[in-house]
């Protein structure tokens, strides 16, 4: 398998897809109403979760292409660059499957059923058990701010390139 220098045309497209699907996911739970005991989820608790499963299939492709693609960091990067990129971008992966996973969960033990988009019915992965519903609803939310935490880290060393070092890092996600 050879290493690539770029990151081709489908990489590019995931990356900026997850982006933006992540942009309306976060504003659509944080402003959803909150969970109530015996409460059946409504339309904007219906749309964070398709989004969402559709953040984590889109991952699941996405980490596949990048496992089958491998891209080798920008050459001109000292040693210590080119390593905390390669982490970051990993958590990253590690983090929006943890998140995604979670919500399912957390879903699938109110016992609600739920369809993706209204279109087909979405498998759910357990049955309702208020008790494990609490725990994952504490991870879910967990696993949402570390990944907001990754995003953000990632976010501010793009710009650091962009703005400080003044090189074609950016580049790299855009155009050739
Ligand atoms: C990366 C994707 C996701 C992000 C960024 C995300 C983010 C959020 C946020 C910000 C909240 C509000 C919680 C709070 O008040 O702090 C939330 C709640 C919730 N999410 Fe997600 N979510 C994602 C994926 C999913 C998925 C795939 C599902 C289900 C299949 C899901 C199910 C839920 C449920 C049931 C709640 C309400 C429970 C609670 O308040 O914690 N989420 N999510
Ligand atoms: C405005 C927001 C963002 C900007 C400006 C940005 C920018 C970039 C840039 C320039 C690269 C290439 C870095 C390199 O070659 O070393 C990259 C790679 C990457 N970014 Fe972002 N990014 C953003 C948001 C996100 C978000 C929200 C995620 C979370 C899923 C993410 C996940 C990744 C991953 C996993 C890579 C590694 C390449 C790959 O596996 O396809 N990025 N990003």
Redesign the pocket.
Known sequence: MTTRLQYGTPAKIFHWLIVA??AV??P???L?P??HPGMS?GAS?SF??????A??VLTAFRLLWRVTHPVAPESSLPAWQRLSSEAVHWLLYV??LA??????????F?G?S?SFFYLVP?PMLASGNAGAGRTI??L??A???A??LAIGIHIAAALAHVFVYRDGVMQRMLHR
């Open positions: 699907l992540l996911q976060y659509i739970g944080w959803m909150d969970i989820p608790m964070h979760v398709s989004i969402g499963i953040i984590l983090l929006v998140t995604t996973i979670s919500g399912w969960l957390f879903a699938s109110r609600w739920l979405l609803d504490g879910h939310q696993t949402e701010w990944l907001l």
